[in-house]
């Protein structure tokens, strides 16, 4: 079982930046992706920024050039910090963490886990 516990959101102004961090109870290198995803009022959950355990990462086309997804392997943490924020960037953000490593010998598991997200509100 891993926990993710999200922190960070808030009211911002468009234009304005946000980091939201992601602490995991499991070391994240084990881990073989970590992600952001929003969901937004009405719309469908999206993958908004992963990475990967070697640190590849990867974007949604509309958050490329302002979003940057990191993590701290020794802290057990993942961030995105978010910047030139848009009103169309509102939405609960989640943490999630896809495919496990464990065991001796290390033994790998397709499970997921999601964090309970954080609300992040852009005005105009």
């Known amino acids: 079982q891993v926990q993710l516990v999200e922190s960070g959101g808030g009211l911002v102004q468009a234009g304005g930046s946000l980091r939201l961090s992601c602490a995991s109870s499991?070391?994240?290198?084990?881990?073989?992706?970590m992600g952001w995803y929003r969901q937004a009022p009405g719309k469908e959950r999206e993958l908004v920024a992963a990475?990967?355990?070697?640190?590849?990462?990867n974007y949604v086309d509309s958050v490329k050039g302002r979003f940057t997804i990191s993590k701290d392997n020794a802290k057990n943490m993942v961030y995105l910090q978010m910047n030139s924020l848009k009103p169309e960037d509102t939405a609960v953000y989640y943490c999630?963490?896809?495919?496990?490593?464990?065991?001796?010998?290390?033994?790998?598991?397709?499970?997921?886990?999601w964090g309970k997200g954080t609300l992040v509100t852009v005005s105009s």
């Open positions: 999630h963490a896809l495919g496990i490593w464990s065991g001796t010998p290390p033994r790998y598991s397709g499970v997921e886990y």
């Open positions: 499991k070391n994240i290198f084990s881990i073989n992706v």
């Open positions: 990475i990967l355990t070697g640190g590849s990462t």
